[in-house]
């Protein structure tokens, strides 16, 4: 996602987490009161300003203090505090319990920074982390506890299992398109498995920023996590310090950053990317469905998602009717002269990115063969950073609405014969972070089988998000790594693999000492002491048999002998 920007030095990594960025705004400390107290986000005194910032604002943290604020952390983590698994539903728990009483308190606060209707706040933001903070609630025990694996002839009556252990200090690197969700979800995730945490929040979304700045040390455990307040100086000073795992959202272009900062001490990177996600319109639709599910998913945070659809490939035989369908939703969502009075409808998040959307759209519409289906640049308006919803139609390949990632309200619309053609044109890319196709069954399997995305949804748009036990990451330049439900746990987790032997029954270990036995007997046994499961079931089976079942069998015979005699004595 077109969310970064990044330079480097001779001496060390410099990262601008977030492009364009006015350094001069800081972030901000959120309100304190009782969250349950309900706030109308377009009343007047907490209505959205353009460009605003915080009035009280945090200062940055100092960059002396960030090695030792990292070196807390890690004394945390040593200690063995965050380890057990009462402690880690304890903070989750907390962090639910913040999630439920102060929501009016987040919405408020989400909306500042770009206009985001409560709906919008709560749906996107405030539900996706709350489902997966109760997700990790109800099975944190279970990812949590050793699991058993499968076994050799040679071992066993021995125990082989895999031990989910944390991985020590990690760092979050959130980004400002949903600001909330995407600093504390995958924060959650981290403590869910045992972690210490380290989060550098987006100072793009300054009045959610401070919203994590204050709160988080109130409601976790603070020597456990911490939070890095600034920019462009805070972020590089942060990713000079060693971590145990870094995750980062954001663009490729700082992906590569931080992939390096982290290799000057091998750590692990997940990095959640973006790309041009793209759709494929089959002729069998139903135009009036597809298409409203299209523009939902597409102005939904005024485009400013990393899964957005960034570009259409339309069926011809059924381009004209989709077309119509798609002007008739814009008609509905944003009646008569002047769109921007639709309060359903958020903003783009600062005058950089709205000038870098106006462009594209300026660039695209002085082309002869593009027409705007709806919107354009006469409808977009620099005072309140607005964009409206915007179609163009007669898109070819090389235009400049297809050049990068849009993350904005824009949508091409390019004609294709078939779906042959449509994966075609999709391989012709990078791989996209999420792909969909709004087509049957078998057309849409032709589609996923012959193709390769991050995530994939049909028929819809989006909502693949909700469902906790989905993967979600990118492939290839769309980024690596997942998280979401078990997958999460995992991802902040050191599978160790581990067993346990007895100390004695040593008898059976004599054949792999030397001087090793050259004789075919000696072979053989070793041979079936080691074959796999599918090579040698029935040994194993005997093997089994034996183990489970043997010990309870000599006890029966024992007691069946004894019966006996004491039967014929009575005699």
Known sequence: MPAAAASTTSDAVVVDVNVNVN???????????????KVDPQGSSLSYVPGAKPAAAPPNTPLDDIPRIVQDARTTFESGRTKPVAWRKQQLRSLLRWLIDYEDLIVR????????PAADCF???????????????????????PKRVSNILMTITETPEIRHEPLGVVLVISPWNYPFMLAVLP????????NAVVLKASEIAPFTAALLAEWLPKILDPTAVKVVNGAVPEATKVLAQRFDHIFYTGNGAVGKIVMRAAANNLTPVVLELGGKSPVYIHHDVDCDTAAT????????NTGQTCIAPDYVLVNKKVASRFYTALEKVYAKNFPGADPKKNESYSRIININHWRRLTTIMQRQEALPHSRTLFGGT?????????????AYVGVKKADPVMEDELFGPLLPLIEVDDEDEAIRFINSRDRPLALYVSANSNVARKVLQNTNSGVATVNDYLIHMLIPDLPFGGVGPAGFGAYHGHQGFLTFTHQRGTHWRHKGLEIGNAVRYAPVNETRLARTVLNLAVVEREKGAFLLWCAYFVKTWGVLLVLVAAAFIAGRASWGKGL
């Not at 606060?109 to 985001?116: A, G, L, V």
């Open 23 to 37: 350094n001069n705004g800081n972030a901000a400390a959120a309100p304190t009161g009782k969250g349950s107290t």
């Open 109 to 116: 606060e989400i909306h500042r920074d770009f206009k985001k």
């Open 123 to 145: 749906l996107t933001e405030i539900m996706p982390t709350r489902n997966e903070v109760v997700h990790m609630l109800d099975h944190v025990d279970d990812w949590a506890a």
């Open 187 to 194: 924060l959650a995730f981290a403590i869910c498995a045992g």
């Open 293 to 300: 599910r299209l523009f939902w998913a597409k102005t939904i």
């Open 378 to 390: 006469k409808l977009a308006d620099a005072d309140e950073l607005f964009i409206a919803p915007t």
